[in-house]
């Protein structure tokens, strides 16, 4: 089993920055395919940022790509979402998710279905 912690999400204004981790217990999340999703008010859960099995290969979803950033520190064993230029429309619970199912090319780790293993998620509110 893999338990998996987020932390960082907070209160912040449009524009601003905030950095959210998370941290897999019990495994190395080199294990898995990780990958970040969020959930808005009266939203269906979408996906944010993944890594792929290599830990290299990276995916975004349009809504994000080119304002937030996932990253992984090997060390800490601890993965990262990096989010500057933030909208309310971003307002959502983050949460972190491993994914034991393998799978290469484009299109990969974006269904919510994909994953194993959920963390409970971090409130992000963005006021205008």
């Known amino acids: 089993q893999v338990q998996l912690v987020e932390s960082g999400g907070g209160l912040v204004q449009a524009g601003a920055s905030l950095r959210l981790s998370c941290a897999p217990s019990?495994?190395?999340?080199?294990?898995?395919?990780m990958g970040w999703f969020r959930q808005g008010p009266g939203k269906e859960r979408e996906f944010v940022a993944a890594?792929?099995?290599?830990?290299?290969?990276?995916y975004y979803s349009d809504s994000v790509k080119g304002r937030f950033t996932i990253s992984r520190d090997n060390v800490k064993n601890t993965m990262y979402l990096q989010m500057n230029s933030l909208k309310p429309e971003d307002t959502a619970v983050y949460y972190c998710?491993?994914?034991?199912?393998?799978?290469?090319?484009?299109?990969?780790?974006?269904?919510?279905?994909?994953?194993?293993?959920w963390g409970q998620g971090t409130q992000v509110t963005v006021s205008s």
């Open positions: 998710a491993a994914s034991s199912y393998y799978c290469a090319g484009s299109g990969c780790y974006v269904a919510s279905h994909e994953y194993d293993y």
């Open positions: 019990g495994r190395s999340f080199s294990d898995y395919a």
């Open positions: 890594f792929g099995w290599s830990g290299v290969t990276t």
